[in-house]
């Protein structure tokens, strides 16, 4: 490899001389290049990712010292239906493809969600699927392409940059309310509403996103990561509202974030056109296996759900009672704000205390923190934890 070659993939290079071979060694090095700062002649990408941000996921340390309220993840394993399947796949036929149509996967999904296999999707999980969906309705550069509510989902930014479009977002209404008449004014080609929405986990019920998707011009997403810890989904629309396209994960409830998989339920004609944008084989084989296994045992998703909620309750009646204003929740996560100390502050206290929790910098959500809900132990040490902060 070449310096050109290596500073074409973002790295640094360091030629030194390898004494016992007697070669050339090039040494690669990552570097974290600021926005604005690549210039095409040393890195020739386009404008828009040279000067764009990226998204930051939540933090992941790699030791297991922390107690992790970060990222919404759940704190029960998956099935153990999952995990005997997954057992049986690690076989010699890795070697080969996975069946990129999915076909086992949705067929599975299909008689779970009560939907035809060919109204179904499968993806690398739901940003897979967001992505797939960007670039099949977006176009670069077209005005008001893309439109949703904020703050939400920080990844839709993202997508629309890499897109290179400059998305349209309305703030939500009082208490995060959908701005309906605002949104229908955009017009857009996509529609995103994450419901429950992150990072607030409040809930838009099904109604008033079916008022929207029948006035809406273009396709309305509903990105579903936490609904089955809500009390509705927005899948019952999809008979009466073809311009519809719900979005589920497996990471959240069914406890398989690791594995990545995501589905997309929409009519016939939306999902093969996105059949057309998918990556020919955008999940391997164990994914398919895992996601099927956990669609065959629905009861342990179900349990875990349930305990997430009953938790849940505890958790904002304890945060409460210290005084934090915290949204209605039907997520696996609630957000908090406490009137005399900052997001940052109560974040930068709980790390070192060794509990994460998501605190963002943006000026809508820099005052509160997001939290994912655990197990009642670790529910447990955040709150005393939390306590000994703010007294």
Same mark, same amino acid.
């Given at each position: ?9 973002? +790295? ?13 060694? +090039? ?6 290049? !600021? ?27 790699? @030791?297991?010292?922390?107690? /992790? ?5 759940? =704190? ?12 049986? $796949? ?11 149509? %999915?076909?086992?996967?949705?067929? /599975? #999904? ?25 670039? $099949? ?5 077209? =005005? ?20 290179? *479009?400059?998305?349209?977002?309305? =703030? ?10 605002? !949104? ?5 080609? +996509? ?21 929207? $998707? ?32 719900? !979005?589920?994960?497996?990471? /959240?409830?069914?406890? !398989? ?6 589905? $997309? ?18 999940? @391997? ?12 045992? +629905? ?5 875990? *759900? %349930? /305990? ?19 949204? #209605? ?9 406490? =009137? ?40 447990? #040490? ?10």
């Amino acid at each position: 490899m070449t310096r050109t070659e290596a500073r074409a993939l973002g +790295l640094s290079a360091r030629l030194t001389r390898g004494k016992s071979l007697g070669l050339n060694l +090039l040494h690669l090095e990552k570097v974290a290049y !600021l926005p604005g700062t690549v210039s095409p002649k040393d890195c020739p990408v386009r404008t828009a990712i040279g000067t764009m941000e990226g998204y930051v996921p939540g933090e992941q340390p790699q @030791d297991r010292r922390y107690i /992790k309220l970060n990222t919404n993840e759940n =704190p029960y394993p998956p099935s153990p239906h999952v995990l005997e399947a997954l057992r049986n $796949a690690v076989a010699e036929d890795l070697r080969l493809y996975p069946d990129p149509t %999915a076909r086992e996967l949705r067929a /599975k #999904a299909a008689d779970v969600y009560g939907v035809g296999p060919d109204q179904v999707l499968a993806g690398n999980g739901s940003d897979d699927l967001l992505s797939i969906l960007f670039r $099949a309705c977006v176009d670069a550069g077209a =005005p008001a392409d893309v439109a949703y509510p904020v703050p939400t989902y920080s990844l839709y930014d993202t997508l629309a940059q890499i897109q290179g *479009v400059e998305p349209k977002t309305i =703030p939500f209404g009082a208490d995060f309310a959908l701005p309906t008449e605002a !949104l229908l004014a955009v017009g857009a080609r +996509l529609n995103l509403i994450c419901n429950p929405n992150s990072p607030s986990g409040t809930f838009i019920t099904a109604a008033t996103i079916a008022d929207f $998707a029948r006035r809406a011009k273009g396709v309305v997403v509903v990105d579903e990561a936490y609904a089955d810890f809500a009390r509705e989904s927005a899948l019952s629309l999809l008979a009466t509202c073809p311009n519809v396209v719900v !979005l589920r994960t497996f990471s /959240k409830s069914f406890s !398989l974030a690791g594995m990545r998989i995501g589905l $997309a339920f929409g009519s016939r004609e939306i999902i093969a056109q996105l059949n057309k944008v998918k990556d020919s084989y955008n999940l @391997d084989r164990l994914s398919l296996v895992a996601a099927r296994a956990a669609l065959e045992d +629905l009861p342990w998703m179900q349990a875990n *759900v %349930a /305990k997430i909620k009953a938790t849940r309750e505890i958790l904002v009646g304890e945060l409460r009672e210290m005084a934090f204003r915290v949204f #209605a929740s039907e997520s696996n996560f609630v957000f908090a704000v406490h =009137p005399k100390l900052g997001g940052d502050n109560l974040y930068r206290g709980l790390r070192d205390k060794g509990i994460l929790v998501r605190h963002f910098t943006t000026p809508a959500l820099r005052e509160g923190l997001r939290i994912t809900v655990g197990t009642p132990e670790q529910n447990s #040490a955040l709150v005393s934890t939390l306590r000994s902060l703010l007294t």
